[in-house]
């Protein structure tokens, strides 16, 4: 044998190059720092935090606390990997207690960047400065400063130059951040949270004295009225938080926020428990909004499944599920013996649970889904309105040049006779209005049973698009521009594209650092609850990135302007109202769902109801 073939195949690989490895598996983008970096402060008991970014993290990442900080002993050691302070024994591995634990964050931030760290002791009478670059220790200095930590991380992925190129535009990343900082700040209520971006304030979350003002800070009242509270306890396991009524769900997912031991995860257990909660509630494509927490005997549940702390694992698994599945039910107000497909009384939901003698997430005393009302019920002209807006709107829009897509690139409009069967000049009979949310017609020779709303919602939005096809889509200035107020990641989300929804017939300009103003509105439309239909656009926008097409970008924003300004269930309509619906629905070639996938109408022809009662 041979000396080079004595040495082997398998090599141990240099130490600073595994650092920048494993540095991959904790440090996936700046908004990972930050997580990190908040984790470390609120273990150290901070009250203060406040974190400032240059370039969406990119270019400078500063996180600042009022912590109990570290002397200079534990400032070096601090850099070293798998150095921690959270566990001392084996058994401390089994019920962790702590957001961080493993001794590998700083390390690893500090393998990929350039760090600056001042951290100082309650009782030291001076500071201590670290400069560590690529993960090597380049200095350690006395420094004056007050108790603390003050970490700076500068130029991330300068040495890993195929990590860096893969980091998004500022103005995402930032994104980012600001949810990982809204997610501390629900997780801590009673600590002070700052956020700055290029110099600029963007957050700055107040202490506050309870989980209810906390979530007004972070969603605002908007959202705040439609919840519902969620609670229940079990022996080594509490439920608390909130959720929407059943009548406020929508098509995107967004906020599903789960904190297990305040730590902000990802659970398929807890969120199927929901989404089964629910039950015949949910709406086919339709989706709860919720932010749950949720304590577990820490020994019951194992936090070291995941590399950036993402996911959990919990030891009663069916427990947790159960537990779950029936504080949903009972906060929509299911009775425990309620199949959880049956309609239960209060249709809109239950009133919330009492309020706990000690401050809580469980004692937000929030309205009620029964509180709630229907939307107000329009004047009997809003449909002959819009409808005679939407026929001026389709035949004006082409000489407005707004600009649209390209209608050579577009898929051609389907045939409504060829794709639905019914013809567009048959005679439509309306027959009345069933709990004034279903319409019942004769149309031609068939009965139809046919859902206002989505039939309605359908009929725009077929409209929407023919317009955005042939560059029709005209704008309606606003007499009253409209204030909006946005979290601050759906504000940076939603700058981002102004541009492509002033395309839409959406003009909306920025009115401050989360405040916008809506201009105007596709000429199409009626009225509109414009909060919730910039909630449901940013769910929208939020999925771009991930469309593969211009039309798969365009057909979701449009399905949310129809959505929004359709007839709503529980609206009363006179029959000419119902005939001018159904005539509509009927020339657009009877779609039989709506842009979001929900059926539109039961269509019953003369030959079926003959052989139903025996007449064939």
């Given at each position: 044998m ?6 082997g ?5 240099p ?7 494993a ?7 700046p908004?990972a720092?930050v997580?990190e ?11 203060r ?8 993290g ?19 050691a ?9 566990l001392?024994?084996e058994?401390d591995?089994?019920a ?20 600056r760290?001042?951290?100082?002791g ?8 670290v ?9 350690v200095e ?12 500068a ?9 860096k ?10 994104s ?10 629900l997780?801590?209520p ?42 229940a306890?079990r022996p080594g ?8 009524d059943a ?10 926020e789960?904190f297990v031991?305040?730590?902000?995860v990802?659970?398929a ?15 086919k494509?339709?989706h709860?909004?919720y ?6 005997d ?5 936090v070291?499944?995941?590399?950036t702390?993402?996911?959990v694992r919990?030891?009663?698994q ?9 504080a ?7 009775s425990?013996s309620?199949?959880?497909d049956d ?8 009133a919330?649970l009492?309020?706990g ?7 937000l ?17 809003d ?6 807006a939407t ?6 829009g082409?000489?407005a040049?707004a600009?649209g897509?390209?209608p ?17 000049d048959c ?5 009345g209005?069933v709990s004034?949310?279903?319409?019942v ?12 709303h ?6 725009l ?12 889509m005209a704008?309606q200035?606003?007499l ?25 017939g959406l ?8 405040s ?25 926008l939020s999925?771009?990135?991930?469309a ?6 365009v057909r ?5 302007l129809a959505?929004?300004?359709?007839v709503r269930?529980g ?7 119902s005939?001018r ?14 842009p ?5 109408a ?10 139903i009662?025996?007449?064939?």
């Amino acid at each position: 044998m041979n000396a080079a073939n004595s040495l082997g195949k398998i090599r141990v690989l240099p130490g600073d190059l595994a650092s920048r490895i494993a540095a991959g598996e904790v440090v996936e983008r700046p908004a990972a720092v930050v997580r990190e970096l908040i984790d470390n402060s609120l273990d150290a008991g901070s009250h203060r935090i406040t974190v400032e970014v240059t370039d969406g993290g990119r270019g400078l990442i500063k996180v600042a606390d009022d912590g109990e900080g570290m002397g200079r002993a534990d400032a070096q050691a601090a850099f070293q990997r798998h150095a921690t302070s959270k566990l001392r024994v084996e058994q401390d591995l089994w019920a962790i207690k702590t957001l961080g634990f493993r001794g590998e964050a700083l390390p690893s931030i500090a393998a990929v960047s350039k760090v600056r760290m001042v951290t100082a002791g309650p009782h030291e009478p001076v500071g201590t400065l670290v400069r560590v670059t690529g993960g090597t220790v380049t200095a350690v200095e006395e420094t004056a400063a007050a108790q603390g930590t003050q970490l700076e991380v500068a130029d991330l992925f300068f040495n890993t130059p195929a990590r860096k190129k893969f980091l998004k535009t500022a103005a995402t990343e930032f994104s980012h951040i600001c949810q990982v900082v809204q997610q501390a700040a629900l997780a801590w209520p009673s600590v002070q949270f700052r956020l700055k971006h290029n110099g600029q304030e963007v957050l700055d979350y107040a202490a506050a004295s309870s989980g209810r003002d906390r979530l007004l800070q972070v969603y605002g009242t908007k959202v705040m009225e439609h919840m519902v509270e969620v609670k229940a306890e079990r022996p080594g396991l509490r439920l608390e938080g909130m959720m929407v009524d059943a009548t406020q769900t929508r098509a995107g997912r967004s906020p599903q926020e789960l904190f297990v031991n305040r730590r902000a995860v990802k659970n398929a257990t807890v969120s199927h428990a929901v989404y089964d909660g629910y039950g015949s509630f949910l709406a086919k494509g339709r989706h709860p909004r919720y932010v749950l927490f949720l304590d577990v005997d820490p020994e019951r549940v194992d936090v070291n499944v995941h590399p950036t702390k993402r996911e959990v694992r919990f030891a009663d698994q069916e427990l947790v599920h159960q537990t779950v599945r029936q504080a949903v039910r009972v906060a929509l107000g299911y009775s425990p013996s309620t199949p959880s497909d049956d309609r239960p009384a209060g249709m809109a939901g239950a009133a919330p649970l009492a309020a706990g003698p000690r401050e809580s997430w469980a004692g937000l005393g929030l309205a009620s889904g029964a509180e709630q009302t229907a939307s107000p019920a329009l004047a009997r002209s809003d449909y002959d309105w819009a409808r005679g807006a939407t026929q001026m709107a389709l035949s004006q829009g082409a000489a407005a040049g707004a600009v649209g897509a390209d209608p050579a690139d577009a898929p051609a409009l389907h045939e409504p006779q060829q794709a639905y069967g019914l013809r567009t000049d048959c005679e439509v009979v309306s027959l009345g209005q069933v709990s004034r949310t279903f319409l019942v017609a004769q149309i031609g020779s068939e009965l139809s049973v046919i859902d206002q709303h989505t039939a309605h919602e359908r009929v725009l939005f077929e409209r929407l698009w023919r317009a955005w096809l042939t560059q029709g889509m005209a704008s309606q200035p606003l007499l009253i521009a409209e204030p909006v107020e946005l979290p601050s990641h759906g504000a940076a989300l939603l700058q981002r594209h102004l541009g492509d929804l002033e395309k839409l017939g959406l003009e909306i300009e920025p009115f401050g650092p989360s405040s916008f103003v809506i201009r105007a509105v596709p000429a199409l439309l009626g009225h509109l609850d414009y909060p919730a239909l910039l909630q449901d656009l940013l769910d929208d926008l939020s999925e771009w990135n991930a469309a593969s097409s211009l039309e798969l970008r365009v057909r979701p924003v449009l399905a949310s302007l129809a959505c929004h300004s359709a007839v709503r269930a529980g609206r009363a309509m006179d029959p000419a109202e119902s005939t001018r619906l159904i005539e509509d629905w009927v020339e657009e070639g009877s779609p039989m769902t709506c842009p979001h996938g929900r059926r539109v109408a039961l269509r019953f022809p003369a030959e079926e109801l003959a052989k139903i009662f025996g007449r064939a």
